[in-house]
């Protein structure tokens, strides 16, 4: 379960980037963010879920809306799984499972009856003043992207018409 819900001050942290150059989530502060925690690159699921970020980028763009993903993978995992899949989103390094922890995206999983700690698939949309607006507990990858960006197109019109 997240730990994160509407209305709260998206934690900031500092990871990675699949260049091995810091980022920090405050320095997209006026830019809407879609965050979305995934187990790990190269996998059917995560696959799915990056290539639907991919090919919505533009209009996650035109809505002002950065796309950032992240997985306990180191940035040489992140390279190959972008390069492989022609991926355009950016890709962030937990190898902790700090960030991942901080959000409540990390937890017990079940899988062929044994249960295990790992990511839980999942997704906050921070806006401008970074404040999560909405959340995402339990993601099902495919189609995950769309439904991201029509919850976006909402909160950017009704932002406007505020």
Partial sequence: MLRV???D???D???KDEDGKDVRLSEYRGKW???YFYPKDNTPGCTVEAKGFTEMR???DRLGAVVIGISPDPPESHVRFKRKYGLNVKLLSDPEARVLKTYGAWGKKKMYGKEYE???RS???IDPEGRIVAVWPKVNPSGHAEEVLSVLRERVKGQVES
């Fill in 13 to 15: 942290f500092i990871l």
């Fill in 9 to 11: 001050r998206a934690p």
């Fill in 58 to 60: 533009g209009e996650f």
């Fill in 5 to 7: 819900k509407v209305g």
């Fill in 123 to 125: 997704t906050v949309l």
């Fill in 118 to 120: 790992g990511v839980i």
């Fill in 33 to 35: 963010v879609v965050l």
